[in-house]
């Protein structure tokens, strides 16, 4: 899915890899936000069930399950350390960020792979189009004249050490 393949860009951060050498693969968590987790990339596959009957040769909706962008990427990275996604609406990559602070608190984990991925989806730019909520032209987010949201993709992942690794201890 394209959650996935946002992630993928970063495959090739040495941060990332870093951190399991530098504190071993059970000591790093993964916790990514995603609102949608790619879910309008099943859609050709809902519409052949709908039209054969049957999905298509080799369709997987596990690619698209919510827990799929952490998976994917703990399992990648070789991290064995607690690996999930949270899916809140808008606050879903702030939750993420919130729950690798409380998993270094706890020291559940050494360092966590942390931060969000959204793609566009239907149902998202359909659902703020509903609210009236989307600008037809640029986004102008702290101006007076404001009419709306602009909706995008983004991805953003970084490695949250422990408060003893920032200390030097």
């Given at each position: 899915?394209?959650?996935?393949?946002?992630?993928?860009?970063?495959?090739?951060?040495?941060?990332?890899?870093?951190?399991?050498?530098?504190?071993?693969?059970?000591?790093?968590?993964?916790?990514?936000?995603?609102?949608?987790?790619?879910?309008?990339?099943?859609?050709?596959?809902?519409?052949?069930?709908?039209?054969?009957?049957?999905?298509?040769?080799?369709?997987?909706?596990?690619?698209?399950?919510?827990?799929?962008?952490?998976?994917?990427?703990?399992?990648?990275?070789?991290?064995?350390?607690?690996?999930?996604?949270?899916?809140?609406?808008?606050?879903?990559?702030?939750?993420?960020?919130?729950?690798?602070?409380?998993?270094?608190?706890?020291?559940?984990?050494?360092?966590?792979?942390?931060?969000?991925?959204?793609?566009?989806?239907?149902?998202?730019?359909n659902g703020f189009?509903?609210?009236?909520?989307?600008?037809?032209?640029?986004?102008l987010p702290f101006?007076?004249?404001?009419?709306?949201?602009?909706?995008?993709?983004?991805?953003?992942?970084?490695?949250?050490?422990?408060?003893?690794?920032?200390?030097?201890?």
């Amino acid at each position: 899915d394209r959650s996935s393949a946002a992630s993928d860009v970063y495959k090739r951060q040495a941060p990332l890899r870093a951190a399991v050498a530098h504190h071993g693969a059970h000591r790093v968590a993964v916790v990514l936000g995603t609102s949608t987790s790619g879910v309008n990339d099943n859609a050709p596959a809902f519409h052949t069930l709908a039209a054969k009957g049957t999905w298509p040769v080799g369709y997987d909706y596990r690619r698209q399950a919510l827990s799929a962008p952490a998976a994917f990427l703990a399992e990648w990275l070789g991290a064995t350390g607690p690996a999930y996604t949270l899916s809140t609406a808008c606050t879903s990559s702030a939750r993420a960020l919130l729950s690798a602070r409380r998993l270094l608190a706890l020291g559940l984990a050494d360092a966590v792979v942390c931060g969000g991925a959204d793609t566009l989806c239907r149902l998202t730019i359909n659902g703020f189009a509903t609210l009236e909520a989307v600008d037809e032209t640029l986004c102008l987010p702290f101006s007076a004249n404001r009419r709306g949201i602009n909706i995008g993709e983004a991805c953003l992942l970084y490695t949250s050490p422990s408060p003893r690794d920032q200390r030097g201890s």
